[in-house]
């Protein structure tokens, strides 16, 4: 079975609702596993586990915040030393821009080398239903991709 991995992190609870509706998203597809977790929690060997990888993370003073930053560090050299190759895409959270943390979450992914599956999805201002419905599909197209082995 594929298996889906969301590592997420969340200061406000913000961006942990974005996870949680790309969670509930990628679970309408079947035949595909799919874990959360927080980011301070995840390390190489769940990137390992998984055949996709969903980062779901707030932009913090124009750069990724920190924690997911932690997590990039700490996996950096064990995923280039395993050979890893984890396709992925990211779901943002943003005040009002977010393009720092894109530019700078490609950036070091282009180095483990990770392919990206999807266009990065930035959404700006507090969680609503569109917040949701977007990061819930974003999810189900993750999975479904996998599911269908086109990542
Ligand atoms: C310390 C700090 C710095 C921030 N810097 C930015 C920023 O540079 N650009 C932006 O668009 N939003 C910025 N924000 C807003 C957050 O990205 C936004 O509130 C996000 O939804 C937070 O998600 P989280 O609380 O779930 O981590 C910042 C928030 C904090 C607390």
């Known amino acids: 079975m594929k298996s889906l991995l969301i590592v997420y992190h969340s200061q406000s609870g913000t961006s942990a ?11 309408r597809e079947v035949g ?6 927080r980011a301070w929690d995840a390390g190489t060997v769940d990137l390992k586990r998984a055949n996709g990888v ?5 932009e913090n003073s124009g750069a990724l915040c920190g924690t997911m930053k932690d997590f990039l560090d700490r996996t950096f050299y ?7 190759i ?3 895409a990211l779901l ?4 009002n821009d977010g393009r720092g943390a894109r530019k700078q979450a490609e950036r070091i992914l282009s180095g483990y080398p990770f392919p990206a599956a999807t266009e990065p999805l930035i959404v700006r201002g507090q969680f609503c239903v569109a917040h949701g419905l977007a990061s819930g599909e974003l999810g189900q197209a993750f999975a ?3 599911s269908m082995g086109i990542f």
């Open 32 to 37: 595909i596993e799919v874990t959360a977790m």
């Open 144 to 146: 479904a991709g996998l």
């Open 92 to 95: 943002i959270s943003a005040g």
């Open 54 to 58: 969903l980062l779901v993370m707030a």
């Open 17 to 27: 609702q974005l996870a949680h509706a790309a969670w509930r998203g990628a679970r």
């Open 86 to 88: 984890v396709p992925y």
């Open 78 to 84: 064990p995923a280039i030393a395993q050979g890893l």
